[in-house]
């Protein structure tokens, strides 16, 4: 069994920066990957329905949605078993709930809680 802890989300006015982390536990082998989603908050839609942001696998090759490119860097720290997501130059509509995922060895897939994002002035 894997968890999965998200932090660092909160209220920020547009063009600010917030620093997302998700730290994993439990039995979590390599190859591993780890990947940020986000969802409307209050959007009741089941999880397939989140939408992509940025992905890392353990030996840290990355990608991300056209949209945050040049803005937003994902990182690993495998020591920790941490992914975290740095947001730089945040818009109103990166305002969302943001999801943290863990793909496991053995293609398991595992979510975390969630993390409020809001970008308002």
């Known amino acids: 069994q894997v968890q999965l802890v998200e932090s660092g989300g909160g209220l920020v006015h547009p063009g600010g920066s917030l620093r997302l982390s998700c730290a994993a536990s439990?039995?979590?082998?390599?190859?591993?990957?780890m990947a940020w989603y986000r969802q409307l908050a209050g959007d009741e839609r089941d999880f397939v329905e989140r939408d992509f942001v940025a992905h890392i696998t353990d030996s840290g090759d990355t990608n991300y949605v056209d949209s945050v490119k040049g803005r937003f860097t994902i990182s690993i720290d495998k020591a920790r078993n941490t992914a975290s997501l740095q947001m730089n130059n945040l818009k109103p509509e990166d305002s969302d709930v943001y999801y943290c995922n863990l793909q496991n060895h053995d293609d398991k897939a595992y979510w975390g809680q969630g993390t409020l994002v809001t970008v308002s002035s």
């Open positions: 439990g039995s979590i082998f390599s190859p591993y990957a």
